[in-house]
């Protein structure tokens, strides 16, 4: 059994930044690659970043580079997004998902088995 929970969101101004947490509570927490994803309504979710234990890995997807980055408290298995210069776009709802594979699943949410019910993130210009 597995238990995903994100906080930190809320409403922040542009060029603002906010940091997000995810903690994993389970013993496979620590086995498997945990990532962040988005979503805007209507829209596909986008990948952002994830953490890949085979190797301790920290990838980024292109197009957050230089804004957002992530860490990882190893001792408490929470993944943390901090996003800095924050525009209205950035406005989405962000989930955080373990148990996805290791490689390419932090990019593929059809490769994560364990998501949290998501939180809001609302930019405000």
């Known amino acids: 059994q597995v238990q995903v929970k994100e906080s930190g969101g809320g409403s922040v101004q542009a060029g603002g930044s906010l940091r997000l947490s995810c903690e994993c509570s389970?013993?496979?927490?620590?086995?498997?690659?945990m990532a962040w994803f988005r979503q805007v309504p209507g829209q596909e979710r986008e990948a952002i970043a994830g953490?890949?234990?085979?190797?301790?890995?920290?990838n980024v997807a292109d197009s957050f580079v230089g804004r957002f980055s992530i860490s990882k408290d190893h001792a408490k298995s929470n993944l943390y997004l901090q996003m800095n210069s924050l525009t209205p776009e950035d406005s989405a709802m962000y989930y955080c998902?373990?148990?996805?594979?290791?490689?390419?699943?932090?990019?593929?949410?059809?490769?994560?088995?364990?998501w949290g019910q998501g939180i809001q993130v609302t930019v405000s210009s």
């Open positions: 953490f890949d234990p085979v190797g301790d890995i920290l």
């Open positions: 389970g013993d496979t927490c620590s086995r498997y690659t």
């Open positions: 998902a373990a148990e996805c594979d290791s490689g390419s699943g932090w990019k593929y949410p059809s490769l994560c088995n364990e």
